[in-house]
């Protein structure tokens, strides 16, 4: 059974910077694509990066230079490098990893709270 775990999530003042990881476990097979999304209090949830198995990275325009997406396959982990940090970044984020057959998987999610 897959699962992945987030961590790094917390506090942070406007300007400031936070690191979340996610540790996969229970795959027998690497994942096509390991990403981030984030939802917001009555907001939809929305993809922030991701990241595949080519290193091919997407971003969110509105994290664009401020985040960066890495993976280690070795470990499978995903990790999310968040710099610069606005209000408007804080939400729960969700880890989320792809199958090669398409199956999606979630993680639990992890709050980050921006104060201004």
């Known amino acids: 059974q897959v699962q992945l775990v987030e961590s790094g999530g917390g506090l942070v003042q406007a300007g400031g910077s936070l690191r979340l990881s996610c540790a996969a476990s229970?795959?027998?097979?690497?994942?096509?694509?390991m990403g981030w999304y984030r939802q917001a209090p009555g907001k939809q949830r929305e993809l922030v990066a991701q990241?595949?198995?080519?290193?091919?990275?997407n971003y969110v325009d509105s994290v664009k230079g401020r985040f960066t997406i890495s993976r280690d396959d070795a470990k499978n982990t995903v990790n999310l490098e968040m710099n610069s940090l606005k209000p408007e970044d804080t939400a729960v984020y969700y880890c989320?990893?792809?199958?090669?057959?398409?199956?999606?998987?979630w993680g639990k999610g992890t709050l980050v709270t921006v104060s201004s």
């Open positions: 989320n990893a792809r199958s090669p057959y398409g199956t999606n998987y």
């Open positions: 229970g795959s027998p097979f690497a994942f096509n694509a």
């Open positions: 990241i595949t198995n080519g290193r091919y990275t």
